[in-house]
């Protein structure tokens, strides 16, 4: 019944690896978010999409590359992983219309490159 | 307490007493605002929300002032139980339909001491 869920949950991986992080949602949402949480807690959106259309693309490198194959799927594809990438990964999502929709959060994918 | 740079905000209460954290967010034009739990290992949740047009707002145990004039949030948690204890994050809302965008603010942790 998990609502918004993401794989893997742990991810350990080597420097100038690529890795992809998969999301899902059951909540029949057509918007979804990336979020990278860093060390210190601090949360910022990556990209969102709605209806699999990109909407939101903050200041990302382009070794990461979102991929939505449709409204309930939501991707994360890294390229040359650094060091600066380890951080927490949280996927959301919500209704897209009206502000007051609640966002939904899923469990998070650890992100570790050594 | 609260401080800035390299540590989390943290702020220790007695259970049973009442907590206050504080947020500042930074555009006047945000309409809504939105409170996370945080707890560890986990995505955020919501807690309770509120419109520019109100300043205040209650829900069970929580309260939310909005303070447009100095743009400051603030969350109010009645008799803290150690359930309580997470890190707390405001966000602003800004966009329109289907573009919706949420900026966090930089979390502060709770401790609620037995």
């Known amino acids: 019944d998990t609502a918004v869920s993401q794989t893997p949950k742990y991810l350990v991986t080597q420097m100038g690896n690529d890795k992809s992080i998969k999301c899902e949602q059951n909540?029949?949402?057509?918007?979804m978010y990336w979020y990278k949480q860093d060390s210190k807690k601090f949360l910022k959106i990556m990209f969102s999409?709605?209806?699999?259309?990109?909407?939101i693309n903050e200041t990302v490198p382009n070794r990461f590359s979102p991929k939505s194959p449709d409204k309930a799927h939501l991707n994360l594809h890294i390229n040359s992983l650094e060091l600066g990438d380890s951080a927490v990964y949280f996927c959301?999502?919500?209704?897209?219309?009206?502000?007051?929709?609640?966002?939904?959060f899923g469990p998070g994918t650890r992100l570790l490159v050594l | 307490g609260e401080s800035v740079g390299l540590h989390l905000p943290t702020l220790s209460v007695q259970e049973g007493d009442n907590s206050i954290i504080n947020c500042a967010y930074s555009?006047?034009?945000?309409?809504?605002f939105i409170w996370y739990k945080q707890e560890s290992g986990k995505g955020p949740q919501f807690i309770i929300d509120?419109?520019?047009?109100?300043d205040k707002r209650q829900g069970q145990r929580v309260t939310v002032l909005l303070n447009k004039t100095v743009k400051h949030l603030s969350l109010q948690i009645a008799a803290t139980q150690p359930g309580d204890s997470a890190v707390y994050f405001c966000?602003?809302?800004?966009?329109?339909?289907?573009?919706?965008?949420?900026?966090f603010g930089t979390g502060t942790r709770l401790k609620v001491l037995a």
């Open positions: 959301a999502s919500r209704h897209g219309r009206a502000v007051q929709e609640t966002q939904y």
């Open positions: 509120i419109r520019s047009n109100m």
């Open positions: 555009n006047s034009a945000s309409d809504y």
């Open positions: 909540l029949g949402h057509d918007t």
């Open positions: 999409y709605n209806n699999k259309e990109l909407i």
């Open positions: 966000a602003e809302i800004r966009g329109g339909s289907g573009t919706y965008k949420y900026i």
